[in-house]
Structures are given as C-alpha cells and as structure tokens.
C-alpha cells in the first residue's frame, strides 16, 4: 500500500456502550471505502474487527481491534473498542492515541455506562469528539430527548448536523443541516439528494444559523465577517469548522443506521474534510521531554499502547508513529529502560489480517513483532532524540480475586500467564500476597476476571481455580495491659534462661511517658504495613542486659506479624519493658526473644484487642431508575451512605464499604442495574469489625489453626 504524510491520515477511535453497533459501523465504514466487498455482522461472526474466539462466544468486543480505510486518498485508522466497563483499559489505550473520538449512541438507550465512559475520557484527553446515533430504525429511538441528554452532559458544544426525517420502522430520510437538504437511502450506495420538505425549512433554518454561529464564534475573525455579512461562505465554515472541532466548542451529531447502512457517506466524507490531522493535533509529552511535533522530516519515536499475543497475529506490539518516517531493521532506544530495540518487520492492521509495509511516516498506526523489552506505554525514539511520551492513565481494580492451579504443581505456570495478560493488559494488576499467602488477581469486574481465566486456559493451556480472597485485616489494642513471662529450658550443658515484664497499651501520637516508670530510651518504628509500634526501655539496676533489648523487640515484631486473633499484623501499640530478670551462664538472645513474644501475646490477649477491617471509599454511578435499589442494598452490605450527587440522567452514590463487601459488589451491582451502573472504589482508612463479625473471624482462624495441625 502507499504511504501516508500526516496530511492525509485520521485516527479515530469508536467509543460507547456494548451493542450500540461500533462493530457494524466499522464493518460499514470499511465497506463505503471499498476495503471489504461484503459487510459482516456480529450474529455471523465475520466481522473485520470482531476475530477473537472468545468475542464470537460472547457475540460482543472484548478487545480493541485497529483497521483502516482508504478513501478519497486519506488512510483513516479505526479502532473500534468494547463497551463494557469491564474492558475499559481497552478503550483508553486506543482513546490516548487516536486524534478524534467517534462516540456511537444507541438511539433507543440513549447514554449508557460505556458511552459516558468514552464520553468522559474524551473530554480529560481534551480530544475532538463526533457523535453518531445509531440504530434510528428502531420504533422506539428518541433522537430529541438523547440529544438533549448528551447536551446536559457536554453542554451546547453538542450540535446537531443532521436529524432523521422518519425514525422508526421504515427510517431511510435525513435531513442535513449545513447542505439543507434532505437525503433518502434508498439501499444503492449513492443516496438521492432532494430538497427540504415544506414542513422542515423552518427548522433546518433555525439550526443552520445556530451552527453558523457557533463556528463563527471560534474565530475573531469570522465573527467580525458574520456580523457584517450576516453569513459566512462555505470556505469559511470549513475553516472555522475544523478549528471549532480542535477546540472542542462543536461536537457535530449526525444520524447512521449500520444495518440498513444509511448516513456513512456524510460521516466519511466529514472525517476526511474536517475531523484534524495528526499533524493538526498536539502532542503530549512528560514533564521535562522535549516538545515533538508530527513531523515526519524529524527523528523518529515511536508511543506503544496495546499488545497482543494471539494464536493469528502472534505477539505483536501496536505503536503510534509520533515523528519522523518508520522504517524496517531501524535501531531505537527505549526511554524508559535505556536499552536498545530493533524494528523488524513493520505492520498495517486490518482485524485479523496483517499486511507488511516498508516504511511508516508520523502519525499513522501499525505494528511490530518480536521486541526484547518493549511493554505498553513506553517510547522508543533515535539516539540523541530524548523524548518520553506522555503514559495512559489506567483507572484502579474493581474487584479481585485469589488464584490457584487447578492441577498441583502449576503454580509457575499460573504466575507466568497471569504476568504475561498484566503486559497486555494494565489494568490486570497481579499481587503475590507474602501477608495473604494467596496470588491475587485485580481486574475491573466479574466479566474481565472471566476474559481472564479463559484466556489462562486457552491462550495459556492452564486451569486456574478462582477462589475467595482473603482480607488484610489488621489487630490492635484497646486498653492498657501488663505481665511478665518466664522461659526456662534445661536440655544438659547450658539451658536457655530469661524473664521479661512487659506493658502494651494503645500508640497515639503524643502520648505520654508511661506512669511511674522511669524512660531509659524510646524508639518509634512505622511498620511496612502501616501504623506504629513504639518500643520503650524502662529497665532500671541493670536486671536486663541492654544487649538483650534488640531480641525482645525482635520477638514482638516476629509476633506483630501473627497476630494472636487471626494470623493478622498487628499495629499502633506501644510496648514498655520494665523489669525482668537473666541468668549469668543461660541468658542468650534466643531466650530473650522468646520471652518477649509469649508475654507480648499473652498481654494482647488482655488488653481488649480487636480486629480493624480495611474500609474503600465507593462512588456509584448509576441511572435514576435503580437509585432506590442502589440505596436499599448498601446497608445489607455494611455500606454507610455518605450523599448523593446528580449528573444528567445519572446519580453519583457516595458511600463507604468494608473491602469484604467490595470484593462481593461488581457482580451484586450488575445484575441489580442490568448492567447499567459502575462504581469506583479506593482505600479509605482501617475500621474496627463489629463485634459479631470479629467473633465469626477468631473462630475461623481457630478452626483453620486446628485444620492445620
């Protein structure tokens, strides 16, 4: 195929919920351009974006998937994203490297979670955004009322270029606002062109003007010509159209229908005239790097968003072209690493389908096979050309679960699929939990940990069992406690000799020395788990060797990691030796350390401890109809409601949940609002259980303690 200057490329990502047909307007897209002589369907599986066996299974994108088009001597990049929350790392990464979001609305749903996701993402990369509504042919679309709920949510820059004349059964009419014409679908790839009907002119005139207005209002210059001219001549609305787009200030609404194949002329031709450049957008670099232009007569770099190890494509890493002209067996630095990387073979993608081409210039998409050590989000550039691109931010886990073999003996094999699915995929985070004992998966909810495990075992050829995760809880004190401990061993020759007595009670910050006792030194240590221990010498006539203290702190640190309730980490407590005694011949650390563990046990047991259970934070977003649903079931789950937010259509629930709870909430969430809502959560604080969640948690540790004797 040719190559393309930067002039003549467009980088589009397709964004919005599941099933509001981004795969089928891709499929349509690609078919107006003439790069497929058949459109596929998702019901057949023969989609060009939609390979994947699992996403036939599912008969809906779990992966983004690039294409291209050639048309009008413009090579438009497609990537076309899944709608679920679930898979938003995969609309994100292609989102960070496209120049224009298409936000494809189902006109029957109107916004959905997966569309305000790309909605939202859209508008923080500060991308220019195009809106089609889809799906016009259905009886029970509402064009007006969707459009008026996207204007709620990125107000009056929201505009409307085209409206169905006749949605519904039978839909084949739109009526084009800038041309103000009418254009009927009559099934020929070409529409026919007719003039306004009587019932329209005054509506089409009013929204003509607004739009007029709007692009004039982007440009001083065109402003002042309006004002004069009381218009402005085609020229100049391209003009101030694109720059308007650039800007953010219009975000054109046109109308599609992808199974009967209406509106995809007007929207092609619209990105090929309009939609910027790469060379027209800016390009975002970290803090500290030199800027970059896509420029391709500048050193070459290269930005990588996705990779991919697929029994069709192999492994594969996909890079935007960020300068200069790409060309194959090219030598480049990682920014990140430092180390070097060879470009072998150079890729265009098509779905499934990769072709092979000899040189690449900045701003195009493509891929390359068979790098060192090259991940998701670095940069390669030419020597001298010390540039590091700005990294996709992926959202934090949803959900997590614990991970097993389900066969013995392939816990490696476990460990290396899971870390090879976390390089394709960030927003997997993989935990090999010491303070657990259990590798914990994070994902972004009940669908992405079942995306996960089938790829396990059909990419990976390993069965992996997911089984609850448990809780980090932690242990504490309420009260003041004390007492000594004596441990004597005599085995022939020297015994083990040492007697310890000991105070606990809760650490705060500026708490005073402990009463009556006279303080010889005090040392505070913030634990690698969090919170405080204070350790304080309070031996007094030398009936304690100072040479001793360092195992007594040994031996409580030792039992801090095992607590006495649950097997926990213990915190906040303040431990103060105060008087003990040691032998001349059988006194040795050893003895000393066992000593401070058995009586800092056997005081913790005393001094009213209790079990702390992390506490997350939660924000849920969920559609006014499930407000009372949402609200209902978060007492049941030990969630206290902090307020109530609107946004639109939708209500932000603020509340506060134990992690036990959160683990349990995607899938509840889910079937509660079809799927129609989401939730963020992020660590809060450390809470005491109630009291008969802490009883149900000291007897399962006993039970567990007996079962492993």
Same mark, same amino acid.
């Given at each position: 195929?040719?190559?393309?200057?930067?002039?003549?490329?467009?980088?589009?990502?397709?964004?919005?919920?599941?099933?509001?047909?981004?795969?089928?307007?891709?499929?349509?897209?690609?078919?107006?351009?003439?790069?497929?002589?058949?459109?596929?369907?998702?019901?057949? *599986?023969?989609?060009?974006?939609?390979? *994947?066996?699992?996403?036939?299974?599912?008969?809906?994108?779990?992966?983004?998937?690039?294409?291209?088009?050639?048309?009008?001597?413009?090579?438009?990049?497609?990537?076309?994203?899944?709608? =679920?929350?679930? =898979?938003?790392?995969?609309?994100?990464?292609? #989102?960070?490297?496209?120049?224009?979001?298409?936000?494809?609305?189902?006109?029957?749903?109107?916004?959905?979670?997966?569309?305000?996701?790309?909605?939202?993402?859209?508008?923080? /990369?500060?991308?220019? %955004?195009?809106?089609?509504?889809?799906?016009?042919?259905?009886?029970?679309? @509402?064009?007006?009322?969707?459009?008026?709920?996207?204007?709620?949510?990125?107000?009056?820059?929201?505009?409307?270029?085209?409206?169905?004349?006749?949605?519904?059964?039978? !839909?084949?009419?739109?009526?084009?606002?800038? /041309? #103000?014409?009418?254009?009927?679908?009559?099934?020929?790839?070409?529409?026919?062109?007719?003039?306004?009907?009587?019932?329209?002119?005054?509506?089409?005139?009013?929204?003509?003007?607004?739009?007029?207005?709007?692009?004039?209002?982007?440009?001083?210059?065109?402003?002042?010509?309006?004002?004069?001219?009381?218009?402005?001549?085609?020229?100049?609305?391209?003009?101030?159209?694109?720059?308007?787009?650039?800007?953010?200030?219009? #975000?054109?609404?046109?109308?599609?229908?992808?199974?009967?194949?209406?509106? !995809?002329?007007?929207?092609?031709?619209?990105?090929?005239?309009?939609?910027?450049?790469?060379?027209?957008?800016?390009?975002?670099?970290?803090?500290?790097?030199?800027?970059?232009?896509?420029?391709?007569?500048?050193?070459?770099?290269?930005? !990588?968003?996705?990779?991919?190890?697929?029994?069709?494509?192999?492994?594969?890493?996909?890079?935007?072209?960020?300068?200069?002209?790409?060309?194959?067996?090219?030598?480049?630095?990682?920014?990140?690493?430092?180390?070097?990387?060879?470009?072998?073979?150079?890729?265009?993608?098509?779905?499934?389908?990769?072709?092979?081409?000899?040189? &690449?210039?900045?701003?195009?998409?493509?891929?390359?096979?068979?790098?060192? /050590?090259?991940?998701?989000?670095?940069?390669?550039?030419?020597?001298? !050309?010390?540039?590091?691109?700005?990294?996709?931010?992926?959202?934090?886990?949803?959900?997590?679960?614990?991970?097993?073999? @389900? %066969?013995?003996?392939?816990?490696?094999?476990?460990? #290396?699929?899971?870390?090879?699915?976390?390089?394709?995929?960030?927003?997997?985070?993989?935990?090999?939990?010491?303070?657990?004992?259990?590798?914990?998966?994070?994902?972004?909810?009940?669908?992405?940990?079942?995306?996960?495990?089938?790829?396990?075992?059909?990419?990976?050829?390993?069965?992996?069992?997911?089984?609850?995760?448990?809780?980090?809880?932690?242990?504490?004190?309420?009260?003041?406690?004390?007492?000594?401990?004596?441990?004597?061993?005599?085995?022939?020759?020297?015994?083990?000799?040492?007697?310890?007595?000991?105070?606990?009670?809760?650490? =705060?910050?500026?708490?005073?020395?402990?009463?009556?006792?006279?303080?010889?030194?005090?040392?505070?240590?913030?634990?690698?788990?969090?919170?405080?221990?204070?350790?304080?010498?309070?031996?007094?006539?030398?009936?304690?060797?100072?040479?001793?203290?360092?195992?007594?702190?040994?031996?409580?640190?030792?039992?801090?990691?095992?607590?006495?309730?649950?097997?926990?980490?213990?915190?906040?407590?303040?431990?103060?030796?105060?008087?003990?005694? &040691?032998?001349?011949?059988?006194?040795?650390?050893?003895?000393?350390?066992?000593?401070?563990? &058995?009586?800092?046990?056997?005081?913790?047991?005393?001094? /009213?401890?209790?079990?702390?259970?992390?506490?997350?934070?939660?924000?849920?977003?969920?559609?006014?109809?499930?407000?009372?649903?949402?609200?209902?079931?978060?007492?049941?789950?030990?969630?206290?409601?902090?307020?109530?937010?609107?946004?639109?259509?939708?209500?932000?629930?603020?509340?506060?949940?134990?992690?036990?709870?959160?683990?349990?909430?995607?899938?509840?969430?889910?079937?509660?609002?079809?799927?129609?809502? %989401?939730? %963020?959560?992020?660590?809060?604080?450390?809470?005491?259980?109630?009291?008969?969640?802490?009883?149900?948690?000291?007897?399962?540790?006993?039970?567990?303690?007996?079962?492993?004797?």
């Amino acid at each position: 195929m040719k190559v393309y200057e930067p002039k003549n490329i467009r980088n589009i990502a397709l964004v919005g919920h599941a099933g509001s047909g981004k795969t089928s307007i891709a499929e349509a897209m690609l078919f107006h351009a003439g790069s497929i002589s058949r459109r596929g369907t998702v019901e057949d *599986n023969n989609t060009v974006s939609d390979f *994947n066996e699992l996403e036939h299974e599912k008969s809906s994108s779990v992966f983004s998937s690039i294409m291209f088009a050639e048309y009008n001597n413009t090579k438009i990049n497609i990537i076309d994203t899944p709608g =679920y929350d679930d =898979y938003i790392g995969e609309m994100i990464a292609p #989102m960070h490297v496209c120049d224009t979001a298409v936000v494809v609305v189902n006109s029957v749903n109107g916004l959905e979670v997966g569309t305000e996701n790309g909605m939202t993402y859209a508008a923080k /990369s500060n991308k220019p %955004t195009i809106f089609l509504l889809n799906k016009l042919d259905i009886e029970q679309s @509402k064009f007006d009322s969707v459009v008026e709920d996207i204007k709620a949510q990125v107000g009056n820059s929201a505009t409307i270029f085209q409206y169905p004349l006749n949605a519904g059964a039978g !839909f084949n009419t739109v009526i084009d606002i800038l /041309s #103000m014409k009418a254009v009927k679908y009559t099934g020929s790839t070409e529409p026919e062109i007719l003039d306004l009907p009587a019932t329209e002119v005054e509506r089409v005139e009013t929204l003509r003007n607004e739009l007029i207005e709007s692009i004039a209002e982007s440009d001083e210059d065109l402003m002042n010509q309006y004002f004069e001219e009381g218009s402005l001549t085609d020229e100049q609305i391209a003009k101030g159209l694109k720059k308007a787009l650039i800007a953010r200030e219009i #975000m054109p609404i046109f109308c599609v229908c992808s199974k009967n194949f209406i509106g !995809f002329k007007y929207v092609m031709d619209f990105i090929v005239k309009e939609v910027p450049t790469p060379s027209e957008m800016p390009v975002a670099v970290e803090e500290g790097s030199i800027k970059v232009d896509s420029d391709p007569s500048a050193k070459v770099s290269l930005f !990588f968003f996705k990779m991919v190890s697929d029994p069709r494509l192999g492994d594969m890493t996909f890079f935007k072209v960020m300068s200069g002209k790409l060309h194959s067996g090219i030598d480049l630095v990682n920014a990140d690493r430092g180390s070097s990387e060879r470009i072998g073979q150079v890729f265009v993608i098509n779905g499934k389908k990769r072709d092979e081409v000899s040189e &690449m210039l900045a701003g195009d998409i493509g891929s390359t096979v068979k790098l060192k /050590s090259t991940n998701v989000n670095d940069t390669l550039h030419e020597k001298n !050309f010390n540039v590091t691109f700005q990294k996709i931010e992926y959202p934090n886990p949803k959900v997590r679960t614990a991970v097993v073999p @389900k %066969t013995k003996g392939e816990e490696e094999k476990v460990g #290396m699929g899971l870390h090879a699915l976390h390089a394709e995929d960030p927003t997997i985070v993989i935990e090999h939990s010491q303070e657990l004992r259990q590798t914990i998966v994070f994902a972004q909810g009940e669908l992405h940990l079942g995306v996960i495990k089938w790829r396990l075992e059909n990419r990976y050829k390993v069965e992996a069992v997911f089984i609850e995760p448990r809780v980090p809880y932690r242990e504490t004190i309420q009260k003041k406690a004390q007492g000594s401990y004596r441990h004597k061993k005599q085995s022939g020759g020297a015994g083990q000799f040492a007697e310890v007595h000991m105070m606990v009670e809760p650490w =705060y910050e500026n708490l005073p020395n402990p009463d009556g006792m006279s303080v010889r030194g005090k040392d505070l240590y913030d634990l690698d788990w969090g919170g405080k221990l204070e350790f304080v010498n309070c031996i007094v006539g030398g009936v304690i060797d100072q040479r001793f203290m360092p195992a007594i702190l040994k031996g409580v640190m030792e039992k801090m990691q095992e607590g006495p309730l649950t097997g926990s980490y213990v915190r906040d407590i303040r431990v103060a030796i105060y008087d003990g005694k &040691m032998h001349p011949v059988d006194s040795n650390e050893a003895a000393f350390k066992t000593a401070g563990m &058995m009586v800092f046990k056997d005081n913790f047991t005393q001094a /009213s401890p209790k079990i702390l259970e992390p506490i997350y934070d939660i924000e849920v977003k969920v559609p006014e109809d499930y407000v009372g649903d949402v609200m209902s079931d978060l007492p049941s789950r030990r969630g206290v409601i902090l307020g109530i937010d609107s946004e639109g259509k939708y209500q932000k629930i603020k509340a506060r949940m134990p992690l036990a709870e959160v683990d349990k909430y995607s899938q509840a969430l889910r079937s509660m609002t079809q799927a129609r809502a %989401t939730f %963020t959560s992020a660590f809060s604080e450390y809470q005491a259980v109630p009291p008969n969640v802490q009883i149900e948690l000291m007897e399962a540790y006993k039970k567990q303690q007996s079962d492993d004797e």
